[in-house]
């Protein structure tokens, strides 16, 4: 590991943040520096400081101290995302023998500079006691592969040399920060203090020796390990174990049937179905076939402030059977044992405390998957990735740890304290989820108007929505206008034709593999032709049938079997037409293919029903899109309508207006309401469909 301070870019940091003091804006650049490091830290993990002067409102100097805030980014941290706290007022708190949470918290809030800072990290007294005018903080792996083993400590002093004090595991906050400082006081001298089963703090009093010092000694204890493992193979490869031949489609199926078995009611705000991350390096499916997997998924976390994020355990899927019901049964088996293991941990741990704790979901957040990798869930895409991040970096850690000598995990009772301490709940993110967060969405023909206001539409009910579309250049530019309004992990984008029902497999399979499968299918992808029967060329007919009917059957079939292994039910919405209940003279081809799709999405309700798969349509009529994303069908159809009426687009658009019972304009995303209403599964309907054409007696259900 090297050093990666450069003076000029120092020096660019200084002028970028030259609002700021200048200690503060080295104190962003080194904080970077580590943070962009994945085997340092990772999301939200370690925390950096520095301690400087700064004048007051009345013009007095004051000492203050800037700590990370708690749960912020290191490669990303602002100034803003520092907390300013007056460092005497700090200080005196460790006159105190203790101090509960609730004061500790107080304390970091009365004591800012301002009020509008975030919460400083959990670990600002230590922060705080320790005078050195920086101090690094993280959770390096080559640091807790020496001290999760038996003999950790020797380890560390061994590699690490003199100027480190070694000190056991101790809660963090308050009793961390007390002990921190006594060991740093015992030797003043020192460069670094590592606690067993936790990390590592650097000090110095500039920020480049206390960036570097954390870069030496996690180097060294970098060099102590490839030294210890040179020769050795790492994990012995179980027998008759292997990857399946069928990788890609495995891991889809497993993908979507663990996301099915962890899907759950809504309780506590939570929301009930989950995305999936997955991880599939060569090394991690290695490991997932060796004879430690299962130590490495029962064995618990590097540092206990993994455990929100991932749990203290993971759950062991040891084959993959061929049969869906087996493979519910496998991972069903698995999950169970989990619970079972989780619940008599949380009471285990529980009862030797006096506050009484919620316990938390005590599903898995982590499978390990023999021959196909690691499959992270998550209740949002950011959730998933942070657990797939750390729980991919523990993996490759504990299989270091065992080979070298062994991987002694830290007791549970200390991964519960850190679990279920409110401060570190607090990291995560509660708010209230949106109606369809947790769904996979994914629309056909969604380069489109009329796909791009049903996209819209979901996205804003929290769904991730999966665009596809035959024409890249209409789907990129709907993806990149989506982008801009939305987080851009909330939207994939997948090129395929719907006509072509391998091809439509091979995205279902791609999507699942990336998010863990599909929860809403909008059948959208619809061509249009003008032409009287007498007129219509056969193979028109053909391609218009093949789009507009075919490609509603491809997407509907191929998506039975994923909803099947989810066994969570799911929403299949039909875009229909106007044209189905009141069709028009030289439309045959559309008006029969669009016929055709409505009629078999009544079959499909009638067949789905038993799974819980909804099948309803949406009725449009005259949804001409906007200047950003044009329909495609107005623009086939569109100049033979204003023909045959002698008006212009405008003109059009109007005409159609007027039409109308309401005298109003349809648009996408009135498509795109009716589709979140079934969506939400609002009502108890199935085979029903919903005209959105601002009223037309002729399209009255009947
Ligand atoms: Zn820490």
């Not at 600002?124 to 999760?148: C, E, M, R, V």
């Not at 049964?329 to 506050?355: L, S």
């Not at 796909?451 to 709907?478: C, E, T």
Request: proline fraction near 5%.
């Amino acid at each position: 590991m090297k050093s990666l301070y450069n003076e000029n870019d120092a020096l660019a940091f200084i002028k970028k943040y030259a609002d700021h003091p200048r200690d503060l804006a080295l104190r962003v650049y080194t904080s970077h520096l580590l943070g962009s490091n994945s085997s340092l830290v990772l999301h939200g993990g370690g925390n950096t400081s520095v301690k400087l002067k700064q004048k007051n409102i009345l013009g007095e100097e004051d000492d203050v101290i800037f700590v990370k805030g708690s749960g912020q980014d290191l490669a990303v941290i602002e100034p803003e995302g520092f907390t300013g706290l007056n460092l005497n007022s700090l200080v005196k708190l460790r006159r105190l023998e203790s101090i509960t949470d609730a004061d500790m918290e107080n304390q970091l809030k009365i004591h800012r500079i301002s009020a509008w800072s975030p919460d400083p990290s959990v670990e600002a007294l230590l922060h705080a006691f320790i005078p050195h005018k920086y101090i690094d903080h993280t959770h390096a792996d080559g640091i807790l592969i020496l001290t999760n083993q038996t003999n950790g400590e020797t380890l560390i002093s061994e590699a690490l040399g003199p100027n480190v004090v070694v000190l056991p595991y101790i809660r963090s906050g308050f009793p961390l920060a007390k002990v921190a400082a006594e060991g740093f006081e015992k030797n003043p001298d020192i460069d670094a203090i590592v606690i067993l089963s936790h990390g590592i703090f650097t000090f110095a009093e500039d920020a480049r020796s206390a960036y570097e010092n954390m870069i030496e000694y996690v180097s060294r204890a970098e060099t102590f390990i490839e030294d210890r493992l040179r020769g050795k193979p790492v994990g012995r490869r179980r027998t008759g174990l292997s990857s399946p031949k069928t990788f890609s489609s495995e891991l889809a199926r497993c993908a979507q049937v663990i996301r099915g078995a962890c899907a759950r009611p809504n309780s506590g705000g939570r929301p009930c179905r989950y995305y999936v991350e997955a991880r599939t390096a060569q090394d991690l499916v290695e490991a997932s076939l060796t004879e430690e997997a299962r130590l490495l998924c029962n064995s618990g976390v590097l540092t206990p402030d993994h455990a929100i994020r991932t749990k203290n355990r993971m759950a062991y899927i040891e084959h993959i059977p061929e049969k869906d019901e087996d493979l519910k049964q496998v991972v069903d088996h698995a999950i169970d044992a989990f619970k079972e293991a989780y619940q008599r941990y949380f009471h285990t741990c529980a009862n030797k405390i006096e506050i009484d704790p919620n316990e938390l979901n005590p599903f898995p957040f982590l499978f390990f998957v023999a021959g196909l990798g690691l499959i992270a869930i998550g209740g949002t895409r950011k959730e998933a990735r942070i657990a797939a991040d750390i729980g991919e970096r523990t993996i490759r850690a504990k299989l270091r740890s065992i080979t070298m000598g062994s991987y002694v995990p830290i007791p549970e009772p200390h991964v519960f304290d850190m679990e279920y301490w409110s401060l570190q709940q607090k990291k995560l993110d509660r708010s209230p989820p949106l109606s369809l967060q947790g769904q996979v969405a994914l629309i056909t023909g969604g380069g489109g108007a009329i796909g791009f206001g049903i996209a819209d539409r979901l996205l804003a009910a929290g769904a991730v929505v999966v665009i596809s579309d035959i024409d890249r250049n209409r789907l990129q530019k709907v993806y990149d206008i989506l982008t801009d309004k939305y987080i851009q992990s909330q939207i994939e984008q997948v090129i395929f034709d719907v006509t072509d029902y391998q091809a439509v497999e091979d995205a279902f399979s791609e999507v699942s593999r990336k998010l863990g499968g599909i929860d809403i299918l909008v059948p959208n992808a619809g061509v249009a032709h003008v032409a009287k029967i007498e007129n219509l060329e056969p193979e028109k007919l053909d391609q218009v049938m093949a789009v507009n009917f075919k490609g509603t059957f491809t997407v509907i079939r191929a998506s039975i079997p994923i909803f099947k292994r989810q066994g969570t039910g799911g929403n299949i919405v039909v875009i229909s037409s106007k044209n189905v209940f009141d069709p028009g003279a030289a439309f045959g081809a559309y008006s029969a293919s669009k016929a055709g799709a409505h009629q078999l999405a009544k079959i499909a309700a009638l067949e789905l029903a038993e799974i819980g798969v909804r099948v309803n349509m949406v009725n449009p009529d005259a949804v001409f899109g906007d200047e950003n994303v044009c329909s495609k069908l107005w623009e086939e159809v569109g100049p033979e309508r204003m023909k045959s009426r002698g008006l212009d687009a405008e003109g059009l658009k109007e005409y159609y207006c007027q039409r109308s019972l309401l005298k109003v304009q349809v648009f996408a995303e009135h498509v795109g309401n009716a589709v979140v209403f079934f969506a939400s599964d609002l009502t108890p309907t199935t085979g029903a469909a919903l005209p959105v054409d601002a009223g037309n007696p002729s399209t009255f259900s009947r």
